[in-house]
């Protein structure tokens, strides 16, 4: 039940930054987390960053550094702040909804369409 609509994607040259918003509509619960998501042609889906109710981050290696995730849980609006891009970061970005529990562990149930993030040389 919860619509999630990625914003911000765009062409940048390396080295450039970019800042992409994700807006969830519909309910959320306060226990979930947020996440961003990419995936480049002919790679698997990798996460990116994740942030929890709380605030609390987590980053892909390649990740570290350069982006930092945030939300506005008063907006129901998660950001992905991208600096120094990469041409390796070029990929189609998600954001997601997800839970976590000890016995299942993770799952995001909700997600994104994406938006095309490409990093020229």
């Known amino acids: 039940q919860v619509q999630l609509v990625e914003s911000g994607g765009g062409l940048v040259q390396a080295g450039g930054s970019l800042r992409l918003s994700c807006a969830a509509s519909?309910?959320?619960?306060?226990?979930?987390?947020m996440a961003w998501f990419r995936q480049a042609p002919g790679k698997q889906r990798e996460l990116v960053a994740r942030i929890s109710h709380t605030g609390d981050t987590n980053y892909a290696d390649s990740a570290k550094g350069r982006f930092t995730i945030s939300r506005d849980n008063a907006k129901n609006t998660v950001y992905l702040q991208m600096n120094s891009l990469k041409p390796e970061d070029t990929a189609v970005y998600s954001c997601?909804?997800?839970?976590?529990?000890?016995?299942?562990?993770?799952?995001?149930?909700?997600w994104g369409q994406g938006t095309q993030v490409t990093v020229s040389s």
């Open positions: 997601a909804l997800g839970t976590y529990t000890d016995y299942g562990g993770w799952f995001f149930g909700s």
């Open positions: 519909g309910r959320t619960f306060s226990s979930d987390y």
